[in-house]
């Protein structure tokens, strides 16, 4: 009989970091993680410092303007491809 | 698309989709070539070549999903090669201590609240860019439709057309190999800024 798995050690949890950090886990595979993470404060700052890269590498790459009359260029060449 | 659309109708609703879409777009095109102009050259051949299958296109399905596809396909297929690679066993050693624990050697970690922002906080924005252009395409792809269109795994593989666990594997190594690149760019003002925490003592 398989053992019943309440809660995950830290190699477990660390496995499932980039999937955890992703929101990629099962539902029930979360919920061992964050168990780990209530009781492991290692792994806790672990798991919060790989969030905190993404979150910034995300704020860093900020959103670029497209270049001024884009879309009225797109418009024409759609135009023209057309062949009206 | 509704077959009863006139050409004039159809143009007006496929530019309605793109014009929506169109930053996002620009912003993936921009980051996967590096340029403006090329991503700009990448936007117009995707947006004809969009334009010309849009009959196929089901109304209410994903455009930007669809449209990002048509994106990074032109770019696997024309633009690549014209760019020299890098090649896949490029990227860094998995085995090398991750960010994490080279910050803690640092000290950054017991500094602050925030050890990442003390990290990351020190590259500019071009910095970051680079570091994701130098990966190899397939991995750049992932990285990019990540952190700037924050996609889920499913969504990536549904574009890139490659099953989720390459999605997923990729991603990993990818970010792993953009951290070991960002921490070789942020060590010397690390180790600068401790050196002169200890002599300010």
Known sequence: ?84 | MNSTSTPTSMQQQFEALLGANLRVAYNVARRLTGNAEDAEDLIQEASLQAYRSFKTFEQGTHFRAWFLKIITNLFINRYRKKQREPELTDLDDLSEPTLYSRARRSGASCKGADPAAQVIGKLEADQIEATINALPVEFRLVSILYFVDEMSYQEISDIVGCPIGTVRSRLHRARKALQNRLWELVEPQMQSGLKNARGGK
């Open chain 1, 1 to 84: 009989m398989l053992p019943v798995l309440n809660l995950y050690t830290c190699k477990e949890a660390m496995e499932r970091l980039n999937d955890y950090v992703d929101r990629e886990l099962s539902p029930r595979e979360m919920q061992l993680v964050k168990r780990h993470l209530k009781i492991c404060h290692e792994c806790t700052k672990r798991f919060a410092f790989e969030e905190d890269v993404i979150r910034q590498v995300r704020s860093k790459l900020e959103s670029l303007q497209e270049p001024e009359g884009l879309m009225a260029r797109l418009s024409q060449k759609i135009y023209e491809d057309k062949g009206d």
